[in-house]
C-alpha cells in the first residue's frame, strides 16, 4: 500500500518527503573496511549533513523569530485602533505571503532567503490582523495563541506515541474535504466583499438553531489543520529516516509553520464569532 502524502505542498511535491525518492545503492566495502567503521566513534547528522530532527526543531525556532518580529510590527499599527498603516501592512503581507508560500511551496530546492522572507511577511499579516481582532476582543490573541500551541503539543504526542498515525484512507477524505472547505471559504469571502451577507463573519455568522455556523466550521478545519500536522510530522519522520540532505530541514520548517499560521487563524475566527 502506498505511504500517505501530507496535502502541504512544502512535503508533497519533494520527493525526500512524500516517500518517492530513489534509493541509494549500499557500496561493497572489505572485512578491513568494515572493522576500521565498526571502531570509529558514530558520527552525529551533523558531520554527515543529514537531516534530523533537532536541526528541524532549531530551524522552525528561527522561522518564528522571524515571524514573531514582522507580527510585532503588524500588532503594533493595529492595535489599540486599526489605522490606514495597519491595514496596508496587512494586505501587503497577506498578498506578499500568498505569493512566497507559493514559490517556496513549488520550489525543488529550499531558498533560505525566501524562505525567511515569507515568514517576516506572513507575520505582518497576522500581526496585523491579530491586533485589529484584539482591539475588538480584548485578550483574544493570547487565547488563540494558547489553544494553538495546546492542538500543537497534543497532536505531536499522539503522533510520538504512536497513536495517532496517517493512512492511505484518511488521507484521501482529508484531500476532499480540504478541498471542500477551500471552496466554501472561497466562496464566503467573495459574499463578504460584495456585501452580499451582511455579517461582518459572512456566512459563517449565519446561526442555524441558534448556534453560528462559523463555530461548527471552525471547529471542522481545526481537525483538518490538526490532520495536516499528523501528515507533516510523518514527512519529516520519514526524511529523517531516508537520510535527507540537511538543507530540506528548511522545508520541514517551511511546511510546519505553514500549518501553524492556519490553525492559529482558524483558532482566532472561531474564539471571535463565540465572543461576538
Given at each position: 500500500m502506498a505511504e500517505p502524502t501530507s496535502s502541504n505542498p512544502a512535503f508533497a511535491r519533494?520527493?525526500?518527503?512524500?516517500?518517492?525518492?530513489?534509493a541509494t545503492q549500499t557500496p561493497t566495502i572489505s572485512a578491513e573496511g568494515l572493522q576500521e567503521l565498526y571502531n570509529s566513534p558514530a558520527a552525529t547528522p551533523a558531520q554527515t549533513d543529514r537531516m534530523s530532527y533537532d536541526d528541524v526543531i532549531v530551524k522552525t525556532v528561527g522561522m518564528f523569530v522571524v515571524l514573531l518580529v514582522?507580527?510585532?510590527a503588524g500588532f503594533l499599527t493595529n492595535f489599540p485602533a486599526p489605522t490606514p498603516l495597519g491595514i496596508g501592512l496587512m494586505i501587503v503581507g497577506i498578498v506578499g505571503g500568498l505569493v512566497l508560500?507559493?514559490?517556496?511551496?513549488?520550489?525543488?530546492e529550499p531558498s533560505v532567503p525566501l524562505i525567511l522572507l515569507y515568514a517576516g511577511l506572513e507575520g505582518l499579516a497576522v500581526g496585523a490582523l491579530s491586533g485589529f481582532f484584539e482591539a475588538r476582543w480584548s485578550g483574544i490573541v493570547l487565547q488563540a495563541v494558547l489553544a494553538t500551541f495546546a492542538v500543537f503539543g497534543v497532536t505531536l504526542?499522539?503522533?510520538?506515541?504512536?497513536?495517532?498515525?496517517a493512512s492511505k484512507r484518511?488521507?484521501?477524505?482529508?484531500?476532499?474535504?480540504?478541498?471542500?472547505?477551500a471552496v466554501f471559504s472561497l466562496?464566503?469571502?467573495?459574499?463578504?466583499?460584495?456585501?452580499?451577507?451582511?455579517?461582518?463573519?459572512?456566512?459563517?455568522?449565519?446561526?442555524?438553531?441558534?448556534?453560528?455556523?462559523?463555530?461548527v466550521i471552525g471547529v471542522f478545519a481545526v481537525i483538518l489543520a490538526a490532520y495536516s500536522l499528523v501528515l507533516d510530522f510523518d514527512a519529516i519522520q520519514?526524511?529523517?529516516?531516508?537520510?535527507?540532505?540537511?538543507?530540506?530541514?528548511?522545508?520541514?520548517?517551511?511546511?510546519?509553520?505553514?500549518?501553524l499560521v492556519w490553525l492559529y487563524l482558524e483558532?482566532?475566527?472561531i474564539i471571535a464569532i463565540f465572543r461576538n
Amino acid at each position: 500500500m502506498a505511504e500517505p502524502t501530507s496535502s502541504n505542498p512544502a512535503f508533497a511535491r519533494n520527493p525526500i518527503f512524500n516517500g518517492k525518492a530513489a534509493a541509494t545503492q549500499t557500496p561493497t566495502i572489505s572485512a578491513e573496511g568494515l572493522q576500521e567503521l565498526y571502531n570509529s566513534p558514530a558520527a552525529t547528522p551533523a558531520q554527515t549533513d543529514r537531516m534530523s530532527y533537532d536541526d528541524v526543531i532549531v530551524k522552525t525556532v528561527g522561522m518564528f523569530v522571524v515571524l514573531l518580529v514582522g507580527a510585532a510590527a503588524g500588532f503594533l499599527t493595529n492595535f489599540p485602533a486599526p489605522t490606514p498603516l495597519g491595514i496596508g501592512l496587512m494586505i501587503v503581507g497577506i498578498v506578499g505571503g500568498l505569493v512566497l508560500g507559493i514559490v517556496n511551496a513549488v520550489k525543488r530546492e529550499p531558498s533560505v532567503p525566501l524562505i525567511l522572507l515569507y515568514a517576516g511577511l506572513e507575520g505582518l499579516a497576522v500581526g496585523a490582523l491579530s491586533g485589529f481582532f484584539e482591539a475588538r476582543w480584548s485578550g483574544i490573541v493570547l487565547q488563540a495563541v494558547l489553544a494553538t500551541f495546546a492542538v500543537f503539543g497534543v497532536t505531536l504526542a499522539l503522533f510520538a506515541s504512536g497513536k495517532v498515525r496517517a493512512s492511505k484512507r484518511a488521507t484521501k477524505v482529508f484531500l476532499i474535504a480540504i478541498v471542500g472547505y477551500a471552496v466554501f471559504s472561497l466562496i464566503n469571502f467573495v459574499l463578504m466583499i460584495t456585501g452580499a451577507v451582511p455579517n461582518a463573519f459572512g456566512l459563517r455568522g449565519v446561526e442555524i438553531f441558534g448556534i453560528p455556523l462559523g463555530l461548527v466550521i471552525g471547529v471542522f478545519a481545526v481537525i483538518l489543520a490538526a490532520y495536516s500536522l499528523v501528515l507533516d510530522f510523518d514527512a519529516i519522520q520519514r526524511g529523517v529516516k531516508s537520510g535527507a540532505p540537511r538543507k530540506y530541514g528548511w522545508s520541514a520548517a517551511f511546511g510546519l509553520v505553514v500549518t501553524l499560521v492556519w490553525l492559529y487563524l482558524e483558532l482566532l475566527r472561531i474564539i471571535a464569532i463565540f465572543r461576538n
